[in-house]
Nanobody, 126 residues
Framework: QVQLVESGGGLVQTGGSLRLSCAAA????????MAWFRQAPGKEREFVAS????????NYVDSVKGRFTISRDNAKNTVYLQMNSLKPEDTALYYC???????????????????WGQGTQVTVSS
């Protein structure tokens, strides 16, 4: 069982930065594959980034490449999403997701991930 808690969202101006965190709840651990998704009002949930167990292999949606960085600290049971050069179109509710299968980090569809956090809101003002 994986229980996830996101934090770090907020309101930021265009061009600003935020760092999201996703921590495994007490007595649980992160999944082997971890991912961030986002969902804007009226839109489908969208893949943002993912990372495998080792933290070496990552995957990003084209729209965030070069701006966002996903990382993990297994000792702290935490995954991060560093978001730089934020744009208004990045505004969404950001979700952390997990799978116990490391190779799932290559997957970008929400149904591939078994565990989800409650989400943290990111709002980028123009």
């Amino acid at each position: 069982q994986v229980q996830l808690v996101e934090s770090g969202g907020g309101l930021v101006q265009t061009g600003g930065s935020l760092r999201l965190s996703c921590a495994a709840a007490e007595r649980t651990t992160l999944g082997n594959a971890m991912a961030w998704f986002r969902q804007a009002p009226g839109k489908e949930r969208e893949f943002v980034a993912s990372i495998d167990w080792s933290g070496i292999r990552t995957n990003y949606v084209d729209s965030v490449k070069g701006r966002f960085t996903i990382s993990r600290d297994n000792a702290k049971n935490t995954v991060y999403l560093q978001m730089n050069s934020l744009k208004p179109e990045d505004t969404a509710l950001y979700y952390c997701a997990a799978s116990q299968t490391s190779s799932i980090f290559l997957k970008t569809q929400p149904h591939e991930y078994n565990y989800w956090g409650q989400g943290t809101q990111v709002t980028v003002s123009s």
